[in-house]
């Protein structure tokens, strides 16, 4: 039609007239044309009305679900508790939640079931558009942003942002309790609540920082630092990277210094105490010497992450000095699971401290660029006064991640400055670094405070302004603070009409390998595989259906027959000894492998598809070993281009999705299944019911045999409480079990050959893991783009998604198709969404009132 231009957001259903198009035609065509077509409804008379949802539901929706749905959700059938025919409000019939199960479903092909004919591609297209812009109400060209509760740093976002703002690598997984989740991510706004606990840690934190980064004065003695793990001797352990001594066995460890110049020198002994969360009554005693002098002598009980500095001063020659911390334990921990935990965190050395003997601040130039303005006269005390405010202003606009405003222009943080360094004995650096913890303390600080674009202060959604959106950007994309180049893009204004650049810039830049490494470690877990317990040496000899074995071991030390238990641990180790060692390296290797492999993906811009499959991973000597793939050598990783026919392309196959999808002991063919169903295909089934009996419970079944999982699953199968949700999750993920579960290739289970065969609930049918794979990235594509759109979406937005956002994850999912599918139409699709561009106002709260 002359005039008439088509819509991208709505397709076929949606037309835009030019206003000389709308002039020109008759009023009740330009008033049909207005509207979506199918809400158009000219009457006898030629008036136009709009139909109405339900009136839609009834001509248009109803005729599809009487012909493809009623076998099980009509005509008195409820299966999972829903009828079509039993909808009879307007509230029943237009219920957002019945109807994103339905979208869901449909578009999955899980809906109609069991074999029945799907929907045809206009009957879809004629369903999707009812539930996206009756039901739902979206509005496509102004979609719902969404409402985002104000997100407080997480632990990695806090140490990163300290980082970059200071300097200081501050342990925030040492010095924080972990973060809570939601929707698989630890940056969710509605998880990270704060409690009074961890406002007391927030002000420790923000002290402990600026004491290490902001010097006190122009000059200072000369430190240096012991460092804990320096300490060695009896029973010397290794922690949470710390030296670690404990209650219950007696310690005598060592370390030294070698100082260069004569003098007074100050040494700080930094001790904590960790029991576990449940109090015990062990206590030991703990003395501290140097060079023999004995500096410390106190005893300790039980605290729960309590630090204890000691200060001693002494009078040295130059020349080495020793330093040795003795334990004996007192009274014996009450129970053998809560160890009582002492950590010899660091020795500091500071001195000579005779001041003609100092020497420069570290980083004072970086604090205090001019000198400090000197004298008691009025005009020297407002100088003073002057320059504190400019230093704290450019440090909390800093920190705060955006200017101050209005009357808050530094004067109130000079002012708190200002009534320490007045104190007796009290420099002008102490009081700077008074208020600069304040600022640290602050919850401008440690929440990312956003705001609307001035300009739309009256829209229902309005832009973030150009600070929150340089925010969203940083933490998105680098897990920190922006830098000075997003900021000044900011100030300018300028940041918006940069992003494809910008974003190109940071994907460049190493910060963003911590997208890499927290979306990968949340989405696919792979975060866990360095603390997950497994248990090689059982999971090898069930493989090698010698479990048996493990038992008669057993047997012949009770039993204190040491020539039977001596055969049988010597068969036992070379089975076990036969295979590659699964260790702390290893666990590592893998953990890295998915890491770099999503940055290889993300930063050459391959398509996510890659993710599946994929005739390259990332392989260091030892895990090359480990996979079976011979030429690679050396420790570091790199991108090696996998055999013909290897089942190891793409993230499922990979050690760290294999470890955290298994059982200490066995593999686990319904988390492997779930794993792939939740975080590929979008459909991870409801919740098992209450009181289900243990997998290993149906083994009693086989009557003293050792079945392979197979067989068990599918006994296991035959529970009609258990059939409907193990025929989606168990062929997909008994397809896996050629890998055992500490993700070594493996040809039999308890001497029985694996069959990796079976079908997806869809249909297809499949002979190993690499058809598997194949399938999802040609048959399920479109699952697949929706289901990782929607995973980055909630990892950029901080919030779950929501049935109103189906519209901004079709549009990402249509970008997608358009561009092969390629990383960089998923990333800028994220970005370029109104959840990431846009909030909701005030004028949004008053129309919903």
Excluded at 131 to 159: A, C, H, Q, S, W
Excluded at 267 to 283: F, H, S
Excluded at 315 to 321: D, I
């Amino acid at each position: 039609m002359p005039g008439v231009q088509q819509s991208r957001a709505w397709g076929s259903q949606q037309v835009f007239l030019n206003e000389r198009a709308i002039r020109s035609a008759p009023l009740w065509v330009a008033l049909a044309l207005a509207i979506p077509v199918s809400l158009a409804l000219v009457g006898p008379s030629g008036a136009v009305t709009e139909k109405s949802p339900v009136r839609v539901y009834q001509d248009t929706v109803l005729p599809i679900l009487e012909k493809h749905c009623y076998e099980c959700h009509g005509d008195g059938y409820d299966k999972g508790k829903v009828a079509f025919d039993a909808l009879e409000t307007d509230a029943q019939i237009l219920d957002p939640n019945l109807w994103v199960r339905v979208l869901l479903n449909t578009r999955a092909g899980l809906m109609p079931a069991d074999g029945k004919p799907r929907l045809s591609a206009a009957e879809q297209q004629q369903l999707e558009r009812w539930i996206k812009y009756d039901v739902f109400r979206i509005d496509p060209r102004n979609p719902d942003p969404g409402r985002v509760t104000m997100r407080r740093l997480n632990r990695v976002e806090y140490r990163n942002t300290v980082h970059d703002l200071l300097g200081v690598d501050y342990n925030t997984d040492h010095e924080f309790p972990p973060d809570d989740s939601g929707f698989g991510f630890d940056n969710i706004g509605d998880a990270l609540t704060i409690s009074p606990m961890l406002m007391e840690k927030y002000v420790a934190a923000a002290q402990a920082v600026i004491a290490e980064a902001v010097p006190t004065g122009p000059r200072k003695p000369a430190e240096a630092v012991v460092p804990g793990l320096a300490f060695e001797g009896g029973n010397a352990r290794v922690k949470w990277g710390a030296r670690q001594v404990i209650f219950d066995e007696p310690a005598d460890i060592h370390a030294s210094y070698k100082n260069e110049k004569p003098g007074t020198y100050r040494v700080k002994l930094d001790l904590e105490v960790n029991g576990t969360y449940t109090p015990d009554p062990g206590r030991a005693n703990v003395v501290f010497q140097v060079d023999g002098k004995e500096v410390l002598d106190q005893d300790f009980g039980y605290y729960d992450e309590k630090t204890f500095t000691f200060d001693s001063t002494h009078e040295w020659a130059p020349g080495e000095h020793a330093f040795t911390l003795t334990l004996k334990p007192l009274v014996h921990a009450g129970k053998k699971e809560t160890i009582i935990d002492l950590f010899v965190r660091k020795v500091t050395i500071e001195g000579p401290l005779e001041k003609d003997q100092w020497i420069a601040a570290k980083d004072y130039e970086k604090f205090f660029p001019r000198a400090v303005p000197l004298g008691q006269s009025k005009s020297a005390k407002q100088a003073r006064r002057a320059y504190a405010a400019e230093l704290l202003s450019t440090f909390a606009s800093q920190a705060y991640r955006r200017p101050l405003a209005g009357e808050d222009t530094g004067a109130r943080l000079a002012a708190l400055a200002e009534a320490v360094y007045t104190q007796p004995g009290k420099t002008f650096e102490q009081g700077v670094a008074h208020a600069m913890a304040a600022v640290l303390a602050s919850p401008r600080f440690l929440f990312r405070l956003e705001a609307p674009d001035s300009s739309q202060l009256t829209a229902r959604f309005a832009d973030v302004d150009e600070y929150s959106l340089a925010s969203r950007l940083s933490y998105f994309l680098w897990s920190t603070m922006p830098d000075a180049e997003l900021m000044q893009l900011a100030g300018r204004g300028e940041l918006r009409g940069n992003l494809d650049a910008q974003v190109r810039r940071m994907l460049a830049d190493p910060r963003a390998d911590n997208l890499a490494r927290n979306f990968t470690g949340q989405w696919l877990q792979a975060r866990d595989v360095e603390g997950i317990a497994m248990n090689p040496r059982d999971i090898i000899l069930r493989d090698a259906g010698e479990e048996a074995s493990l038992k008669q071991l057993f047997a012949a030390f009770r039993a204190q027959d040491e020539k039977k238990a001596k055969e049988l641990a010597q068969k036992i180790d070379a089975i076990v000894d036969a295979k590659p060692e699964f260790d702390k390296d290893m666990r590592a290797s893998m953990r890295r492998e998915t890491e770099m492999y999503f940055g290889y993906v993300m930063r050459e811009d391959r398509p996510v598809t890659e993710l599946i499959d994929s005739n390259y991973t990332f392989l260091n000597e030892a895990l090359a070993r480990y996979y079976g793939i011979a030429g690679v050598e050396g420790k570091d990783l790199r991108r090696v281009t996998l055999p013909p026919g290897s089942p190891r392309g793409g993230v499922l196959t990979q050690g760290s999705a294999l470890l955290v999808t298994s059982n200490p002991d066995r593999t686990s063919p319904v988390k492997r299944g779930l794993f792939v169903l939740a975080n590929f295909l979008g459909t991870p089934p409801p919740p098992p019911p209450a009181n289900v009996p243990a997998l290993e419970a149906s083994e009693s079944e086989f009557h003293g045999k050792e079945p392979a999982l197979r067989d068990v699953l599918k006994l296991h199968r035959e529970s009609p409480l258990c059939r409907s949700c193990h025929n989606r999750m168990d062929p997909i993920g008994l397809a896996f079990e050629n890998f055992n579960g500490v993700g070594m290739w493996r040809e039999s289970e308890r001497k029985q050959p694996i069959v990796a065969e079976g079908s997806l609930i869809t249909g297809e049918t499949f002979r190993s893991v690499s058809e598997l794979k194949r399938i999802l990235v040609t048959g399920h594509r479109a699952d697949f783009y929706r289901t990782i759109s929607t995973k980055l979406l909630t990892y950029a937005t901080g919030r779950g998604t929501e049935y109103y956002d189906v519209e901004t994850i079709d549009r990402i999912v249509k970008r997608l198709e358009d561009d092969d599918g390629k990383f960089s139409a998923l990333l800028l699709g994220v970005i370029d969404s109104a959840p990431f561009q846009k909030m909701r106002t005030q004028a949004t709260v008053t129309a919903a009132n």
